[in-house]
């Protein structure tokens, strides 16, 4: 079955930049989309098609892509962006089967 | 504003069967696609079952099909999950979530278009225990 890889952990310091990765082989074929999660909370998504933006979300989110890896990143990490942060996307199978990474730990110092 | 609202969770013993529901206001339900999607105890989110508009097309994860049916009454803005022969596995908090997916027409247009969900309920959670 077709997965999605993110390391489990990332650790940066107030102010300075987080980035966190996403791999998979039909990423070059579908888009990605990221999720925000804080704890006891539902998921708010933070960027749709790899790199859009939602209103409403703070422009320090960005998103890229480049072949099988996209990557979210958070410019000037506040403490308030410590939270889990999921990649989803789809197999390349034509149908809506929706994948999600295993999630990264976004830890503020 | 959209809202979802889940219900229905609760105990329920390995075998049996429990039947969810989400609420939804703020939006013309009946134009989006729906989803379920599952969050074990300290795991990561499982997409469980999507449903077309109008109910005609309906997609599981392998670990449910044949045990989950996903429904939809447009009549009244809701979405339901029946579980039946439940395992203890299947325990979790189950959102409900608005999906957006793109007509055939778009995606001939732009291939990479897949399904995503851009507004989330809370949660109910779903034991499974004995």
């Known amino acids: 079955s077709y997965e999605l890889t993110q390391p489990p952990s990332v650790s940066v310091s107030p102010g300075q930049t987080a980035r966190i990765t996403c791999s998979g082989d039909a990423l070059p074929k579908q888009y990605a989309y990221w999720y925000q999660q804080k704890p006891g909370q539902a998921p708010v998504l933070v960027i749709y098609?790899?790199?859009e933006r939602p209103s409403g979300i703070p422009e320090r989110f960005s998103g890229s892509s480049s072949g099988t890896t996209v990557t979210l990143t958070i410019s000037g990490v506040q403490a308030e962006d410590e939270a889990d942060y999921y990649c989803q996307s789809a197999d390349s199978s034509g149908t809506p089967h929706v994948v999600f990474g295993g999630g990264t730990k976004l830890t503020v110092l | 504003e959209v809202q979802l609202v889940e219900s229905g969770g609760g105990l329920v013993q390995p075998g049996g069967s429990l039947r969810l529901s989400c609420a939804a206001s703020?939006?013309?339900?009946?134009?989006?696609?729906m989803s379920w999607v599952r969050q074990a105890p300290g795991k990561g989110l499982e997409w469980v079952a999507n449903i077309k508009q109008d109910g005609s097309e309906k997609y599981y994860v392998d670990s449910v099909k044949g045990r989950f049916t996903i429904s939809r009454d447009n009549a009244k803005n809701s979405l339901y999950l029946q579980m039946n022969s439940l395992r203890a596995e299947d325990t979790a908090v189950y959102y409900c979530?608005?999906?957006?997916?793109?007509?055939?027409?778009?995606?001939?247009?732009?291939?990479?278009?897949?399904?995503?969900?851009?507004?989330w309920g809370q949660g109910t959670l779903v034991t499974v225990s004995s």
């Open positions: 703020g939006f013309t339900f009946s134009s989006y696609w």
């Open positions: 098609k790899d790199s």
């Open positions: 979530a608005r999906g957006r997916y793109f007509d055939w027409l778009a995606r001939s247009i732009d291939p990479r278009l897949s399904y995503y969900f851009d507004y």
